[in-house]
């Protein structure tokens, strides 16, 4: 017999061994010895009292054998002669794309303009410490795309949009932890995506699928509304019946080609601002009421905050705890900062982006000239903004949060995981009033909410500028273009998903929807 159980275990308890089957029997009310084993299904922490709580779901089964863990099994096909479907961009809709395409029985023919995940390690390095970006290879483009050199944080609000748990265990079906399927807040790690993301390859490549890195798509070759052919920067076409076009959000040449085209896509309302880094040890301090180090049993401490300030949402996005902060920008020229955790969540600091909705149709006047690409033309202007405040540099402008919200320019900064480093910039008046003068309010608020978060022992730093896209691509009810045939918008780039799992789920069911009547 098995039977599912909710169990509450404070810190000192979660220390002793055997725990869970004895607060399991005492809570069922039978000996321990007639249980064979528990099994945990969810784990969370309730840190919101000074007495911290783990929050388990188990199943307990009484003289009965645990089955596999698994729920999925995945049914690749061999597909080297089968049909075949383009997919261009490797990020994680692109390669969810490519796996469900094997299940499905069809080729998966992948266009990626960066390098293999190993080689691009490289190219990161001359970002951080010669202040060099690559365009086709950098912390957005490459294998795996955007979320390989990440924090690897799992968790989506997307759920009715596909199959979370089937991600999750297609990720550890590449070589997760089996950890991502019990957690409240599942991630991976910078350290960790790599050979994740190596393994999807060789699992692609195993079953008929290709790969081409190093192969920039510059041109659709459309007739009669219909893709014929893409072109790539070497001038090689490739005749293409369906094509899934996964490029992400910060393909912008993407977006100019659809637009020089007349293909159409649509601006989006997107958010920006800037990112805040903290020492570790003053979240920690603040989310379990202790002071000095952490219980050695606790995470390095997240938080999650929202204000509203005149009409708009300010909220923290993308937090990193035990994290770095990194130069994620695309192009030379500018800067852009987002930020990564290796698994154990172990550096000095914690970091994450806050930012403020931006209003298409009320905060971008001065770039209406610009159409579909209003919003895509202002998010490059507050990126080469912020290159020139850093110092022409990958350095990034920066300022106390306290000399920030008070409008001063720093005398000095704190120190910083940002590795290209940081310059002293009067961001309190170089960020437009629409977003400076509500990041100002907003952490105030954020200062009342989390006592000791409002410090002068915490650094923001500009800009953060690439949380969604400020363009969609417009798709109809079979996720078809609706002027292109042929066309399958697909992931972040799209619109359609805003972390690694909604990018994943859409692209399975972009393969999906380019299967039909093919
Ligand atoms: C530093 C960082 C940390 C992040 N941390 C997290 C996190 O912890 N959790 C989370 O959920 N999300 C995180 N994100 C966001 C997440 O990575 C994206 O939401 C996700 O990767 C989007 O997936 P995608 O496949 O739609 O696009 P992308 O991942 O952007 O992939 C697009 C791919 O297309 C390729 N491409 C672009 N143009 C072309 C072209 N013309 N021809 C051929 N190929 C092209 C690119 O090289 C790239 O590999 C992070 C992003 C960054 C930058």
């Known amino acids: 017999m098995v039977k599912e159980i909710q169990l509450r275990v404070n810190l000192v308890e979660e220390k002793q061994g055997n725990i869970l089957q004895r607060k399991a029997a005492r809570f069922l009310g039978i000996p321990?010895?007639?249980?064979?084993?528990v099994k945990i299904l969810r784990k969370s922490i309730d840190a919101r009292k000074k007495t911290i709580i783990f929050n388990y779901k188990v199943a307990v089964y009484l003289q009965e054998e645990t089955p596999e863990s698994s729920l999925y099994t995945f049914n690749y096909k061999d597909v080297s002669s089968a049909k075949e479907i383009h997919i261009i961009g490797f990020g994680p809709a692109g390669m969810w794309a490519a796996l469900r395409c094997i299940e499905l029985g069809y080729k998966p023919i992948v266009i990626e303009r960066g390098k293999k995940v190993q080689e691009r390690r490289r190219d990161l390095r001359a970002i951080n410490q010669d202040h060099i970006v690559h365009e086709d290879s950098n912390y957005c483009f490459g294998e795996g795309g955007a979320g390989t050199y990440s924090d690897g944080k799992l968790y989506t609000r997307s759920l009715k949009r596909g199959d979370v748990r089937r991600i999750f265990e297609s990720f550890v079906h590449h070589g997760a932890t089996e950890q991502i399927l019990v957690d409240a807040h599942p991630h991976i790690g910078t350290n960790k995506l790599p050979k994740i993301v190596e393994n999807i390859r060789e699992t692609i490549l195993k079953y008929g699928g290709e790969i081409h890195f190093e192969s920039r798509v510059v041109d659709f070759i459309i007739k009669q509304q219909k893709l014929q052919a893409i072109r790539l920067q070497n001038d090689i076409e490739m005749s293409v019946q369906r094509v899934i076009l996964a490029t992400g959000h910060s393909a912008r040449d993407i977006y100019y080609l659809l637009n020089k085209k007349e293909i159409a896509i649509q601006a989006k309302s997107f958010a920006m601002g800037v990112r805040i880094e903290?020492?570790?040890q003053i979240i920690d301090g603040i989310q379990y009421h202790c002071s000095g180090d952490r219980d050695e049993l606790l995470p390095a401490a997240a938080y999650s905050l929202v204000s509203q300030v005149k009409e708009r949402g300010v909220y923290s996005f993308c937090m990193c705890p035990g994290g770095f902060i990194v130069p994620a920008a695309t192009a030379n020229g500018e800067v852009v900062v987002n930020g990564m955790s290796p698994s154990k969540r172990n550096n000095e600091f914690a970091n994450s982006g806050i930012v403020v909705e931006i209003?298409?149709?009320?905060?971008?006047h001065k770039y209406e000239q610009f159409g579909a690409l209003k919003g895509l033309e202002y998010q490059k202007n507050l990126e080469q903004l912020a290159f020139t405040a850093g110092g022409r540099s990958q350095a990034a402008p920066a300022q106390r949060l306290t000399d920030f919200v008070e409008g001063r320019l720093?005398?000095?900064l704190n120190t910083t995981s940002y590795q290209p480093g940081l310059n002293s910039a009067p961001l309190h008046s170089l960020l437009p009033k629409h977003i400076g003068g509500r990041l100002r309010?907003?952490?105030?608020?954020f200062g009342r909410k989390m006592s000791g978060y409002y410090t002068e022992q915490a650094n923001i730093v500009g800009v953060e500028s690439r949380t969604s896209s400020p363009v969609s691509i417009p798709r109809k009810e079979n996720l078809e273009h609706p002027e292109i045939?042929?066309?399958f918008p697909c992931g972040e780039g799209g619109g359609y998903a805003g972390g690694i799992v909604s990018a994943a789920m859409d692209g399975e069911r972009c393969a999906e929807a380019a299967?039909?009547?093919?």
Do not use: C, M, W
């Open 32 to 37: 321990v010895e007639d249980i064979s084993a």
């Open 278 to 280: 903290h020492p570790q």
């Open 359 to 364: 209003d298409i149709d009320r905060d971008l």
């Open 410 to 412: 720093s005398t000095n």
């Open 441 to 445: 309010s907003g952490f105030k608020e």
């Open 485 to 487: 045939e042929g066309l």
């Open 515 to 518: 299967i039909i009547g093919y």
